[in-house]
């Protein structure tokens, strides 16, 4: 299955603890995109990372939540001290070149993220 | 910012009657996507139109992409229970930014 990848495909997880979800794009492609999705909402733009770097992170909140994208290994989003808001589902996507310009981006199954 | 507004946010129909969700951007687009999410599952890309005024056609599924590019819209004709599910446009303005989503519409059809 060459497709996007992410796992946990759900996380459950208590106040206070951290959540690290994970995605591995599709072979060949050098562009990703987290995305988080409230229940019953749009999709709403995180960051977008090629490899080794943070291309736009205007999406990010400014606290708690990291992104990174290392040379070997999959994307990770990283949320420390997780709150109840922050039960959502994260999606991941990835593009073989910069996706906002007319490349599609193909989308993972998700992480569902339930806060205690 | 760019904002990306879709109408309209849920739509029960009857099995075999048409529906049409519309797409509007506070900004001129340089492409507009459409995805479908499934109940439980991820966006799936649909199609993308680039150029004004375009219609292109997936069998019952009509899109079209406005004059000014700045508003779109997806077109279902003689819907199936096969088709539920929620229609999301997304919108680029070509100033670098991402990919800005609509707010979707929930589509749901009663056999």
């Known amino acids: 299955n060459a497709g996007v990848m992410q796992n946990p495909r759900h996380l459950v997880r208590r106040r206070g603890q951290e959540a690290r979800l994970r995605c591995s794009p599709m072979k060949g492609h050098s562009h990703v995109y987290w995305y988080r999705q409230l229940p019953e909402e749009g999709l709403k733009f995180m960051v977008y990372?090629?490899?080794?770097?943070?291309?736009?992170e205007s999406g990010m909140p400014k606290e708690r939540f990291s992104a990174e994208f290392p040379k070997e290994g999959p994307s990770i989003l990283r949320i420390q001290q997780v709150v109840r808001g922050d039960s959502a589902a994260y999606f991941c996507?990835?593009?073989?070149?910069?996706?906002?310009?007319?490349?599609?981006?193909?989308f993972g199954p998700g992480t569902r993220l339930l806060v205690l | 910012g760019q904002q990306v507004m879709q109408i309209p946010q849920y739509q029960h129909v009857q099995e075999g009657e048409d529906f049409t969700t519309y797409c509007n951007s506070s900004?001129?687009?340089?492409?507009i996507q459409w995805y479908k999410q499934r109940p439980g599952g991820h966006p799936v890309f649909l199609i993308q139109l680039v150029k004004s005024g375009e219609v292109k056609k997936q069998k019952r599924l009509t899109f079209q992409f406005g004059e000014a590019k700045k508003n779109s819209s997806l077109h279902i004709t003689a819907t199936q229970t096969t088709d539920v599910g929620t229609y999301f446009c997304a919108g680029n303005n070509n100033a670098g930014n991402m990919l800005t989503f609509g707010g979707g519409t929930r589509l749901m059809v009663k056999p």
């Open positions: 996507a990835s593009s073989l070149t910069p996706g906002h310009r007319r490349e599609t981006q193909y």
């Open positions: 900004t001129t687009l340089s492409n």
């Open positions: 990372l090629q490899k080794e770097n943070i291309i736009d």
